[in-house]
């Protein structure tokens, strides 16, 4: 048995990228899945590939802006198995451009969704966890949150606040819980198409094609971290292309 197997975990951006790689990866190796995201059509898809396969997994549409939302994922997740071993708060967007284009409202997303949606996960999960005695948070990150680059400076400030976020939480913690973040370095999925500036847009592709590793990459460092015993707690991990400057 693995460290994975018959644990329930919960996944927000779970319909594509690193998420639906994460999912099929889990569910291989025996994790009960809830899975979450906006889009119903592909998430449904991807329980219907892991229930072919011999896996389990439910789904509920998650807009990890909404309060409500995340509370409902976690409590399927506990109605269904009746607890929630991990949250893994993979949700995230990633609309990039230069300040002087003034996307105010593309800032806004940005926090609403990687910022708050992390809070919102945790303020679900986290009673939880107490009442079990035991939980994991899984949060992904960026390799941003290490480094400002020019067109990323509201992008970048979200995963430095979800980096704090995180480590807060590890030290509010205490000896039952877990606290992981995973930052991605470029990965091979459809980030850039979220930028509404076209040349930025066309950067992050070429820079994508010129040397992304894939999603599973990362849905592998997140089973590491999982699998560890209870009394281990992988706190971070940077994953980059071999190529990544």
Request: hydrophobic share 50%.
């Amino acid at each position: 048995m693995s460290g994975i197997e018959g644990k329930v975990v919960a996944i927000t951006g779970a319909s594509s990228g690193i998420g639906e790689a994460t999912a099929l990866l889990l569910a291989e190796r025996g994790a009960r899945l809830v899975l979450g995201a906006r889009r119903s059509e592909r998430l449904a898809e991807l329980v219907g590939r892991i229930a072919a396969a011999g896996g389990v997994a439910v789904r509920i549409r998650t807009d990890v802006t909404r309060r409500e939302d995340l509370k409902a994922l976690v409590a399927l997740a506990v109605e269904r198995f009746g607890r929630l071993d991990v949250l893994v708060g993979n949700a995230g967007v990633g609309t990039i451009s230069p300040l002087d284009d003034l996307r105010v409202e593309e800032w806004d997303h940005m926090v609403d969704v990687n910022v708050k949606g992390v809070l919102h996960g945790i303020g679900a999960a986290l009673p939880v966890f107490r009442a079990q005695g035991s939980g994991h948070f899984v949060t992904t990150a960026s390799t941003a949150a290490f480094r400002v680059v020019p067109a990323m400076a509201v992008y970048a400030g979200t995963k430095f606040a979800v980096r704090a976020i995180c480590e807060g939480l590890r030290q509010e913690a205490g000896g039952a819980l877990r606290v992981t973040t995973v930052s991605p370095g470029p990965i091979a999925t459809d980030f850039a198409e979220a930028s509404t500036n076209s040349r930025v847009r066309a950067e992050i592709t070429a820079m994508r094609d010129r040397l992304a590793i894939p999603p599973d990459a990362i849905a592998r460092a997140i089973a590491f971290a999982i699998e560890q015993p209870a009394e281990v707690d992988v706190n971070e991990v940077v994953v980059r292309p071999t190529a990544q400057g």
